[in-house]
Structure formats: structure tokens, C-alpha cells
């Protein structure tokens, strides 16, 4: 069970005390509260003695968690030592991933989204953007390329899942592989990980080469991941691969130029080639978490950002030829889909 939506008039006074919300759920995080509410139940009493708690101080601070909808509270009696807590499921993982030490928050937090905030209103008018130096789409100089590589690899968790969950079906017949945008190559090492016979290339811009040879390294795949210097908005994808894979890549584009890189991959595709295409497909808790970048692109007219329903995905594969469409579940769903063969 989940705690019930709120009204927007609630929504609002959390919204407010944003920063306060965070340091109840950082601290609940790093005294290991919410290890000890996620078996729950567990009472007010146990709780206060293993956190050397006061009770009425600790109900108080559980009072803040329940009103992020984050607990769930049964008091039998008047007593609040008797009150017993748990967490809402997935709760650990989710602070975790929100605010821990290595959270994906703590890295979005370093990009300068401070030059917009107060002035949303001329930024809307155009009159306020990010320049070139805080933020150029696609990155222009080698630190921010590697500043933005090492996001996207921190964000990368349901995609990686998602692929490990269908590796053993995936792949199968399948030899070569290009991701294309493929970041510095952390989701295809992740892959070679589980298809042994497969080898993998990362297609991206020239800067991003020398990441992708870390990561070969790193990974303990140097002879089976390589590197296609390349640029999809003015050259054709290269051939030679019976799979290709667009993650995170075709929301960053408008329509026309979306359509234009999924035409490009079905040229490169040989007959029974299969596209893949993974991405945060439009949710309401999808484009929650995408909130970040929704509020700093807005100073970003290069980069498009648009998250869409997965619809749209399999529509435009089958009107550009491809057949066997598919929608495999998953953190994020993936799409498969076959040139005619
Ligand atoms: C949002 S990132 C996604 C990276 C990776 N697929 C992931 O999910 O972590 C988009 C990727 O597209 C690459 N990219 C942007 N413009 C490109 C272009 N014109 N040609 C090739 N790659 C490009 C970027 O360098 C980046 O690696």
C-alpha cells in the first residue's frame, strides 16, 4: 500500500519546505532508520532505543516522513510508544538513489542551474540561457564531455537492468553490436558481460573516444569493445552490425530529426537486423524524476529533451518498415523491432 495522492494545497507546503524534506530523509538514510523500517512493522519504543531517540522527537521527525507519504503508521493506542512504522516498499533503494552518497540528485546538482533559477521568466522569454561554457549541447570541450558521460553512466541503473533481464533472449544469432550515442560505453560493457560471443562498438562524437577505451579497460573488454568516431546528424550510421541501439539518445532530438536516425539505422541494418531503443518513455513518475533536466534545458534550445510515450516508438518503427515490434518490460521498457528479413 501507498500513501493516497495529495491535493495540490499539500503538495505545495512540501513543495516549499523542499530542502527541510530532504535533510529528514538524508538523515533517516544515514543512521539507518530506514533499514530498520524496511522489514516493519516496527514500534516508536524499539525504534527510540536504537537511535537513542527521544519518542516524542522521533515521532515528530517520523510525523515529517509520513507527510512525504513515505511511511506508513498504525497506532493502537493514545501511548506513541506503542505506535509501530514501515516504510512504503522500495523507500531504501529510492533515498538511496535520490540522496545518497553516489546519488544521481548529487551529480545533476553540479550542473549550474543557479544562472536560471529566479529569473525563469526572462529565461522563458529567451532573454537569460545557458551559454556554451555552462552547458553546450552536445558537449563542445573534452571536460564537458567527460562531465556529461560520467551523468549519463550514473543514470544508467534501469537501462542496465532492463538489458540484463532479456540478455539471455535478446542476443541470440546476434555477433556485432553498435550503440549508437552510446555515452562512454558503460551499457555495452555491461552487455558483453552477458553474451559472451558478441562484440560491441560505440558510435559517438570523436571526443568521446578515449572514454570508451577506459571503459573497455575497466571493464576487462578491450579486444570486444570498440570505438566509431562519428556524427548522426551529418553522415550516414555505419554498416556491418546486426543489432543497433539508440538508449537515451532519440529524446534528445526533435520529430523530424527522431525519425530521420531511426530511418538511418534501418539503411545500416542488414535484412534480420534488430533495432533496440531504450529510453525514460513518458510516465507521470518518469517525468518526475526527469525534473531536473526538464528545469535546466529550459535554458537549452539545442537540446530537445523530449520524453514520449513509447507509442510513438513502435508507430514510427512500423511506418518506417520495421516488423516484429515489441515492447519488453523493465525498469524502462525496451523496444525491439526487425528489418523484413
Ligand atoms: C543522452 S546521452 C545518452 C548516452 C548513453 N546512450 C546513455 O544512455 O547513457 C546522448 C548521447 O548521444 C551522443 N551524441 C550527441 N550528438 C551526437 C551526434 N551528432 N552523433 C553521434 N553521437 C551523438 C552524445 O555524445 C551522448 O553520448
Known amino acids: 500500500m501507498t500513501a493516497p495522492a495529495l491535493s495540490p494545497r499539500a503538495l505545495m507546503s512540501l513543495l516549499f519546505n523542499g530542502s527541510k524534506a530532504v535533510?529528514?530523509?538524508e538523515t533517516a538514510l544515514t543512521i539507518g532508520l530506514l533499514d530498520a523500517l524496511e522489514p516493519g512493522p516496527v514500534s516508536l519504543r524499539e525504534l527510540a532505543t536504537r537511535f537513542e531517540s527521544r519518542p516524542l522527537r522521533l515521532y515528530k521527525f517520523l510525523d515529517c516522513l509520513e507527510s512525504l507519504g513515505l511511511v506508513v503508521r498504525h497506532e493502537p493506542s493514545d501511548d506513541i510508544n506503542e505506535a509501530t512504522y514501515r516504510a512504503v516498499p522500495g523507500l531504501l533503494a529510492a533515498a538511496t538513489a535520490a540522496v545518497g552518497p553516489d546519488a544521481i540528485e548529487r551529480d545533476r546538482d553540479r550542473y549550474p542551474w543557479q544562472r536560471l533559477h529566479g529569473r525563469l521568466a526572462e529565461s522563458l522569454r529567451g532573454d537569460v540561457s545557458m551559454t556554451d561554457d555552462d552547458f553546450a549541447w552536445p558537449p563542445k570541450t573534452d571536460e564537458q564531455t567527460e562531465a556529461f558521460e560520467r551523468?549519463?553512466?550514473?543514470?544508467?541503473?534501469?537501462?542496465?537492468?532492463?538489458?540484463?533481464?532479456?540478455?539471455?533472449?535478446?542476443?541470440?544469432g546476434r555477433r556485432r553490436f553498435l550503440d549508437v550515442g552510446g555515452g562512454a560505453g558503460?551499457?555495452?560493457?555491461?552487455?558483453?558481460?552477458?553474451?559472451?560471443?558478441?562484440t560491441a562498438d560505440v558510435?559517438?562524437?570523436?571526443?568521446v573516444a578515449p572514454l570508451v577505451e577506459e571503459t573497455g579497460r575497466?571493464?576487462?573488454?578491450?579486444?570486444?569493445?570498440?570505438?566509431?568516431?562519428?556524427?548522426f546528424l551529418t553522415e550516414p550510421l555505419p554498416t556491418g552490425y546486426d543489432a543497433l541501439a539508440f538508449v537515451?539518445?532519440?529524446?534528445?532530438?526533435p520529430t523530424p530529426v527522431s525519425r530521420q536516425l531511426i530511418e538511418s539505422a534501418y539503411r545500416a541494418l542488414p535484412a534480420g537486423g534488430m533495432l533496440l531503443?531504450?529510453?525514460e518513455f513518458r510516465t507521470p513518475d518518469r517525468l518526475a524524476m526527469q525534473f531536473f533536466w526538464s528545469y535546466f534545458l529550459i535554458g537549452v534550445d539545442?537540446?530537445?529533451?523530449?520524453?514520449?510515450?513509447?507509442?510513438?516508438?513502435?508507430?514510427?518503427l512500423g511506418e518506417i518498415g520495421f516488423e516484429k515490434i515489441q515492447v519488453l518490460p523493465g525498469g524502462w521498457e525496451l523496444v525491439v523491432a526487425y528489418k523484413p528479413g
Open 23 to 25: 535533510d529528514v530523509v
Open 151 to 172: 551523468s549519463m553512466s550514473v543514470g544508467l541503473g534501469p537501462v542496465i537492468e532492463t538489458f540484463h533481464r532479456h540478455a539471455p533472449h535478446l542476443w541470440t
Open 186 to 198: 558503460t551499457l555495452a560493457a555491461r552487455i558483453l558481460d552477458d553474451v559472451p560471443d558478441l
Open 203 to 207: 558510435y559517438n562524437l570523436p571526443a
Open 218 to 231: 575497466r571493464s576487462g573488454h578491450p579486444n570486444r569493445l570498440g570505438f566509431v568516431a562519428g556524427d
Open 248 to 253: 537515451r539518445v532519440l529524446h534528445d532530438w
Open 277 to 279: 531503443i531504450c529510453e
Open 302 to 316: 539545442s537540446c530537445v529533451s523530449r520524453l514520449r510515450d513509447v507509442d510513438f516508438y513502435t508507430g514510427l
